[in-house]
């Protein structure tokens, strides 16, 4: 939401001319930043598997803690947010 209001600013009077969202984009070569923070985290995720296996970012890769997770929903989780992603191959992730 105060991505669109920036963008809308910067590019001045846009709303009185009814220019959609995606149109905004287009004139300021923006992405959405959903889209750029998935790409962001994808890329550290390879910068991880390209460092060697005693690095302590890579080792944290294959942590898991002993116990159970609390009870409900759980909270969402970075590995697993990468495990779910298409673009990752699936090969690749311990």
């Given amino acids: 939401m105060a991505e669109m209001r920036m ?3 910067f590019c001045g009077p846009i709303r009185l001319d009814k220019v959609l969202n995606e149109e905004a ?3 300021m070569l923006t992405v959405p930043i959903q889209k750029k923070v998935r790409s962001q985290c994808l890329r550290y995720y390879r910068h991880l598997l390209r460092r060697d296996q005693e690095h302590l970012a890579r080792q ?3 942590v898991e803690f002993a116990g159970k ?3 409900g929903v759980p909270k969402k989780r970075w590995k697993d947010v990468i495990k779910r992603d ?3 191959p699936k ?3 311990r």
């Fill in 7 to 9: 963008l809308r600013w």
């Fill in 91 to 93: 090969f690749g992730y």
């Fill in 25 to 27: 984009r287009r004139r």
């Fill in 86 to 88: 298409p673009e990752v």
């Fill in 69 to 71: 997770r609390p009870r």
């Fill in 60 to 62: 944290v890769l294959s």
